[in-house]
Nanobody, 121 residues
Framework: QVRLVESGGGLVQAGGSLRLSCAAS????????MGWHRQAPGKQRELVAT???????NYADSVKGRFTTSMDNAKNTVYLQMNSLKPEDTAVYYC???????????????WGQGTQVTVSS
């Protein structure tokens, strides 16, 4: 069993910053990649950022230059530093991970429960 737990969400004014963290725990052999998606009210879930265990990153155009993601391989933890936040960044942010469980040869995708980020104007 694998569990992802996010933390760090909250309420911030436009222009402010927040840092999200997500720790994976359980019978993990290796996390190949971790990342973040978000879902705003009435909208589809969208990719925000991903990072591989080798440090390669990918960002949605809407957050490039403002958000930075990183991964601590030893801790199976991913971070999302969000700067210059805008009201349109308001959403539930979900942590994701593609990993190998102990004893498995199949990469599997896991999701956290989500953390609310609200940016006031």
């Amino acid at each position: 069993q694998v569990r992802l737990v996010e933390s760090g969400g909250g309420l911030v004014q436009a222009g402010g910053s927040l840092r999200l963290s997500c720790a994976a725990s359980g019978s993990i052999f290796r996390a190949n990649a971790m990342g973040w998606h978000r879902q705003a009210p009435g909208k589809q879930r969208e990719l925000v950022a991903t990072v591989t265990s080798g440090g390669d990153t990918n960002y949605a155009d809407s957050v490039k230059g403002r958000f930075t993601t990183s991964m601590d391989n030893a801790k199976n933890t991913v971070y999302l530093q969000m700067n210059s936040l805008k009201p349109e960044d308001t959403a539930v942010y979900y942590c994701t991970s593609r990993m190998l469980r102990l004893g498995s040869r199949i990469l599997e995708d896991y999701w956290g429960q989500g953390t609310q980020v609200t940016v006031s104007s």
